[in-house]
Every structure is written in C-alpha cells, then in structure tokens.
C-alpha cells in the first residue's frame, strides 16, 4: 500500500480510539463478508455512518484461515447464478481495491470415482451450461493428459473415471481480500474497531435499536450479523433460532515445491482437496471434523488421515513435508446453501450460514446484504436463501455440489 497526499500515514485502515454513540448500521464481524458488506454499502448506497465492529483482528475468523477455492459449479439454479455473480467480481477485484489479490484462475477438478459420481458431474455441467457457466465433464483420456503425474488408478481401489471440468475455477490471497474490503469502507468513513465485542442486542417492540460491546453501548436501528462459526451465539441475543450446526473444518499447507500442480484436484471419495499456492506450498484439506465442536483446536488423526489420501493420488510426495495446520468453525446448514437477507427481528439482517462454502462468495455476499441493508429489501438474488425456507421446507438441495462431502 504506497503512501500517498490523500492517505499519508500509509496504513490499511484507520484506528479510532472511541466508538460513537449511534451509528446507522452496526456490523457484527471483520470477516470478509462483513467487510465487503461495508465496503459496497459506503460505495454504492452512500452509506458510510457504519461501524464494523470485530471482536478479534479482521480476517481472523474462516476468512484467514480458509483454502481459498473459487468456482461456480454448483447445482441449483440459484446457487450457479449466485456464485457465478461472484466469480464475475473476483474477476476485477484487484483493479477495483488497487491492490493485488494474486487472484489465479487455474481451472478445477472435481473427480468422479462411481458410476453415481459420474451421474453427479454430468448434471451439474449441463446446469451450469444452462446458465452460462464454463463446466464439462471430461473422461480420464483428457485428465490424464493434463495431469500426467496423478495416479488415475488411487491405489488401485478408486480409480478416476472421469471429472467436472470447470475452467474458471481459481485461487486468491484470502488475507488480502479483507484488507482490500478494509481499506476501501475505511477510505468512505467506515469505522473499523477491532478488539470490539458484541456481548448483547437490544429490541424493543420486535425492532432492533442497539447494540452491547465490551467497549460500551451503541446506538442503532440496522445490525448486520456476518460471524460465520459464531451464529448460534448472536442468533440467541435476539431470540430467534436456526438449523445451523457447528463443526470443525481443518487445512494444512506443505513445504514450497517447484510449482508442478496448477489446476485445484478435488476428490469426494477420497476426501481430499489440492491446489498449489503462488509460493509453491500445496494446500491441502478433507471433509468436516465429524462431530459438532465450536472449536480451532486441530489435529494429528486428520494430518495422518489427509495425507495418506494425497499419496494414493500423488504417491511422489512421500517426502515433502507438512508445515502447518490450523482449523475454522464453519457454520453448517442441512441443505448447503446460505443464509441471507431479513429476519423476523426489524432491523436485524442476517449473512450465516457459509459452512466450508462461503470464501468464493464474500464479494456477491457483500453486494447483495448492502442492497439489502440499505433498501430493506431482499436482493433478487437471494431470495431463495432466506431464514424462513427452513419453516416452510423450501430447502435448496446444494449438497450435490459440495465439496469434499461438505
Ligand atoms: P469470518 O471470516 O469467520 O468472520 C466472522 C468474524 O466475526 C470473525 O472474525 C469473528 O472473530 C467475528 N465475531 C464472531 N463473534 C463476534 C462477536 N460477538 N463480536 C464481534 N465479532 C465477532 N470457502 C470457499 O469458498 N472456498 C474454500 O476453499 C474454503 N475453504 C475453507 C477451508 C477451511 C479450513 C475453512 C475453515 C473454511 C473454508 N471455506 C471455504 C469457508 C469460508 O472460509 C467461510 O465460509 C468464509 O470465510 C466466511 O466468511 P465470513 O466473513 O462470513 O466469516
Ligand atoms: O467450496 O470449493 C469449496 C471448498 C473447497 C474446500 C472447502 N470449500
């Protein structure tokens, strides 16, 4: 970030000493999705009395913390349009923030293991032809051709029969994301606070009209909740309830290798995943811890587990090493979509509900709950994501599309 006349102090957002006494909207969490919400609400909206209020440091939740897969090959209708908006604006997000996201377009696999597997992939491309999206499924002549080095027989118990092809699959720098979201709601008047608790939400009459922090209370008539693995918790300070569940999720990086991967593998039936970073470290991670724990404690049992896994795939790296692992919560819902939009509570807006998904959609997530926020009123494309589908049954059905069985 270059100093400059207008930013002389050279950082990525202001410090403020104290909170205000009201602000026109409040929101809860500094993760990318909070920060982007921010950002397009000053931006587009010209709303800027705003404060983002975190309770940790910004980006420290799952937007620090996940593997930064992009695509848009999902299998729903509204999920292929939704995801496909914001693969549209990953597109020039580093030339509208100024700053570089090292965003990577590298193509995406999804590997199909079964005859199901097969069935799977085959919808899900023709879906995402029907909307426009570039997804094929492709057989394992063309994988192997551009994976020469993947055992395509897994060990001899899995062997590849095919895969979804989707080319616009990519990768970023996650930190940067926040920081870019950061700085541009700070340089529209946005006020960052991070440290800052929400301990408690005030209604009266079915409205919200402000909010308790450990730094004191704050006026308001809009909160937006965007706390990923901490929804349970805030969804209780104003009473309402959601089929939200919270499990584990882990990753674990290597040590740089010469870059050999480019396209991010992804295998259901093995439970893995692998792209290869800008710095040459190979990402890597499998399904959800599979108990519910609000924890980012991490494990040696899912290490063993994942890398044994990788090495039916890639069997030549036996030798590299593991440099790190960590964990996020990730806020699980029963039909893997999100959670958008209003609530029964008048002026409390939600933005849940992104389990192991949500990364990919911080920028259409950030655009569609600022139009939200700022007009109240439901943004067409998420409709069908609303808190009241789960009373009226009106499930979304995105499992198919998941990732690693998550
Ligand atoms: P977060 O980044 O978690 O931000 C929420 C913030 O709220 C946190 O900083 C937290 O400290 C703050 N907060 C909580 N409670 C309070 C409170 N009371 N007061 C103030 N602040 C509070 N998605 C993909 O699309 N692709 C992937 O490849 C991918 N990989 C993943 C890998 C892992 C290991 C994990 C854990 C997740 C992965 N995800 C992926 C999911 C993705 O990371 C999340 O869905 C997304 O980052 C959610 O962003 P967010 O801004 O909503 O939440
Ligand atoms: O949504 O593509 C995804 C993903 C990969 C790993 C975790 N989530």
Redesign the pocket.
């Known amino acids: 970030f270059a100093l400059s006349p207008e930013h002389p102090e050279g950082r990525m957002f202001q410090t403020h000493a104290e909170l205000k006494d009201s602000y026109d909207v409040v929101i ?8 982007a919400a921010a950002y397009y609400l000053a931006r587009d909206h010209g709303v800027s009395n705003v404060c983002v ?18 695509r848009s090959n999902y299998i729903t209708p509204e999920g292929v349009r939704f995801y496909d908006a914001s693969v549209k604006l990953w597109e020039d997000l580093s030339e509208d923030f100024d700053l570089n996201l090292f965003y990577s377009k590298r193509g995406h696999y999804t590997l199909a293991h079964t005859d199901s597997d097969l069935r799977t992939m085959r919808w899900r491309a023709e879906v995402n032809k029907h909307y426009g999206v570039e997804s094929e499924l492709v057989g394992p002549e063309f994988i192997q051709r551009e994976l020469p080095m993947m055992d395509m027989s897994c060990g001899g118990h899995a062997p590849v029969l095919g895969a979804l092809h989707h080319a616009p699959g990519a990768i970023a720098r ?1 930190d940067a994301v ?1 920081w870019g979201y950061g700085r541009g709601a700070d340089r529209r008047g946005v006020e960052i606070h991070q440290k ?4 408690g939400i005030s209604v009266m009459s079915g409205k919200v009209c402000g909010v308790q ?1 450990s730094r004191g209370f704050i006026h308001t008539e809009k909160v937006l909740c ?5 929804t349970p ?2 969804l209780n300070m104003v009473d309402l309830q959601s089929p939200i569940y919270i499990h ?4 674990m990086v290597s040590e740089p290798t010469k870059p050999w991967l480019n396209p991010i593998i992804v295998s259901g039936s093995l439970h893995v995943y692998i792209s290869q970073s800008a710095r040459g470290e190979l990402v890597l ?1 499998a399904s959800l811890d599979p108990y519910e724990l609000h924890s980012t404690r991490s494990t040696l049992d899912f290490t063993e587990g994942l890398s044994a896994h990788i090495l039916e795939l890639f069997p030549f790296l036996s030798h590299v090493k593991i440099v790190r692992q ?6 699980m819902t029963p039909d893997f979509a999100p959670i958008m939009g209003k609530t029964p509570v008048e002026g409390f807006y939600l ?2 509900g ?9 920028p259409v ?1 950030g655009k569609t709950m600022a139009h939200t926020v700022a007009s109240d009123s439901i943004h067409p494309l998420i409709t069908e994501f609303s808190l009241d589908r789960f009373r009226s049954y009106a499930l979304t059905g995105e499992k198919g599309a998941a ?1 690693v069985g998550h």
């Open positions: 809860i969490g500094a993760g990318g999705h909070g920060l209020l975190e309770k940790g440091y910004i980006g420290g939740g799952n937007t620090g913390r996940n593997t930064t897969i992009i996650h926040a800052t608790e929400v301990t922090t965007a706390v990923a693995g901490s918790r805030l584990p999720l882990q990753a991670g960590w964990a996020g919560i990730a806020d933005d849940a992104w389990g192991t998904w949500g990364f990919k959609a911080t997530a990732s």
